[in-house]
């Protein structure tokens, strides 16, 4: 009974900044990974970041890194990402999942490899 539920997104202006949030239940081992995706209309479902709270471990993609960052608090039960200089190119719908592993770098970003999803939060940039 996994839960993610994300929060944070809304419209936000060109060169503006989002911080999303995922909260993570359901769990019954204290060790997991969280990944955030996004996917705009008709396009494929693009992997973002991946971290692992219980040890701190992290993923970036290219088309994000030195722009975003991920992280874990309260407990590692929460799961942020936070995205600055957004373009409209950012707009889309971003998810957060899970699943039991941490992924090697190779996989991470496959979202086949992750087995629980959130519902997604909005994320819209524009003037």
């Known amino acids: 009974q996994v839960q993610l539920v994300e929060s944070g997104g809304g419209s936000v202006q060109p060169g503006g900044s989002v911080r999303l949030s995922c909260v993570v239940t359901?769990?019954?081992?204290?060790?997991?990974?969280v990944a955030w995706f996004r996917q705009a209309p008709g396009k494929e479902r693009e992997a973002l970041s991946a971290i692992s709270p219980k040890d701190g471990r992290t993923h970036y993609a290219a088309s994000v890194m030195g722009r975003s960052t991920i992280s874990s608090d309260n407990g590692q039960k929460t799961v942020h990402l936070h995205l600055n200089n957004l373009t409209p190119e950012d707009t889309a719908k971003y998810y957060c999942?899970?699943?039991?592993?941490?992924?090697?770098?190779?996989?991470?970003?496959?979202?086949?490899?992750?087995?629980?999803w959130g519902q997604g939060t909005q994320v819209t940039v524009s003037s």
């Open positions: 999942a899970a699943d039991l592993f941490f992924p090697r770098p190779g996989f991470w970003d496959q979202s086949m490899r992750w087995n629980y």
């Open positions: 359901g769990f019954t081992l204290d060790s997991y990974a």
